[in-house]
């Protein structure tokens, strides 16, 4: 399982496309931080604070992520590897697991340069420090969480298909629905108590939990639970073509 796990990694970090999300992720979170006189721009906001960079975040991952986890099994199948991968000594949940784990890891070195932000924040400050630090603690550890659902969702959507686009725009897609779409259903159609019941159902209102700088036990048990359903169903994708 490890040696798969390093082989998915290295043949992320062996290609150009790699790179091209990494990069791609930096600079678009750089720009709307640093440049784009919006209301996100850490220079005209007035205060200390990393707030622009959990807003702009998700939305990045929506794409992003997608990207990273689109070849995962849907290169395999086109390939016609799949066969021989899964004749390999490990449980289809192993391979599953090594792949995603493998996209995590991604996903924590696109966070990790995003570190400069929040020094440069830190020393920015007046004086020096003066920034809510254990909410953006908070908000990495969401963030965290709600790439590690999408790396789930991107893994589940390669799996059942063997296009890698196809895959991608799956993915997008649900992605989405889980992160906005409850959010609009609340906004829009239903409201009181059944309304904050649906909103409840969606990976924004426990990312946003979280943001807040207080780790939640049922927020941490929602991020895990989506995890989970994703990669029994990718197993299930993966076992039915033996049906």
Do not use: C
């Not at 889980?178 to 609009?184: A, I, N, R």
Request: aromatic share 16%; glycine share 8%.
């Amino acid at each position: 399982m490890f040696t798969l796990f390093k082989k998915e990694i290295n043949g992320f970090l062996n290609s150009l496309i790699g790179y091209i999300v990494i990069i791609v992720f930096l600079l678009m979170t750089g720009l709307f931080l640093w440049v784009f006189p919006l209301e996100f721009n850490l220079l005209n906001f007035g205060f200390a604070s990393l707030d622009g960079l959990f807003i702009i975040a998700p939305f990045m991952f929506l794409f992003l992520i997608p990207a990273i986890t689109m070849r995962s099994f849907a290169d395999e199948k086109k390939s016609g590897t799949i066969e021989l991968l899964m004749t390999q000594p490990l449980t289809d949940l192993q391979v599953i697991l090594a792949k995603y784990f493998a996209g995590v890891v991604l996903v924590i070195i696109a966070l990790l340069p995003t570190l400069v932000f929040y020094f440069s924040v830190y020393m920015l400050g007046l004086p020096p420090g003066n920034l809510d630090s254990g909410g953006i603690w908070g908000s990495y550890i969401g963030l965290f969480f709600l790439g590690a659902s999408f790396v789930a969702v991107g893994i589940f959507a390669s799996s059942i298909t063997e296009n890698q686009i196809v895959s991608f725009i799956l993915a997008v897609f649900i992605s989405f629905i889980l992160y906005m779409g409850f959010e609009l259903v609340y906004a829009f159609i239903v409201s009181g108590k059944a309304g904050l019941i649906i909103q409840s159902l969606g990976l924004s209102a426990h990312y946003s939990s979280m943001s807040r700088g207080v780790i939640d036990s049922r927020d941490l048990i929602y991020f895990v639970s989506v995890t989970t359903i994703f990669i029994l169903m990718t197993k299930l994708s993966l076992e039915s073509r033996k049906w």
